[in-house]
């Protein structure tokens, strides 16, 4: 499995930014994406995910209202559009796949078993 991350950069407070997500090597029917971050000196935090097969999404409430999470099926990408980007939103995002997330895990980076690089979101005050 290899998922692909893409889009962090720098953006001044109240800008937006895209963040897109290439997965392939399997089949992800059934599988919940989720995007998480990490700023420095601090956990890796869930931002959002969603259901491979329903498109059920579920966000932080840091970024609700701010972030929408969507997937295309047919491309096997998953994509993190944000808006009213904030200087808190600093930090390294990654995409990752849990094949068998239940919704009381799903918000848990340790049952994501494959993960992307990281990307770099910056903003800017």
């Known amino acids: 499995v290899q998922l692909q991350a893409s889009g962090g950069g720098l953006v001044q407070s109240g800008g937006s930014l895209s963040l897109h997500c290439a997965a392939s090597g399997r089949s992800f029917s059934g599988a919940t994406m989720g995007w998480f971050r990490q700023a420095p000196g601090k956990e890796r935090e869930f931002v959002a995910a969603i259901r491979w097969n329903g498109g059920h999404t579920y966000y932080d409430d840091s970024v609700k209202g701010r972030f929408t999470i969507t997937r295309d099926k047919a491309k096997n990408t998953v994509d993190l559009q944000m808006n009213s980007l904030k200087p808190e939103d600093t930090a390294v995002y990654s995409c990752?796949?849990?094949?068998?997330?239940?919704?009381?895990?799903?918000?848990?980076?340790?049952?994501?078993?494959?993960w992307g690089q990281g990307t770099q979101v910056t903003v800017s005050s």
């Open positions: 990752a796949a849990c094949p068998t997330c239940i919704l009381s895990s799903l918000r848990d980076f340790r049952q994501y078993g494959y």
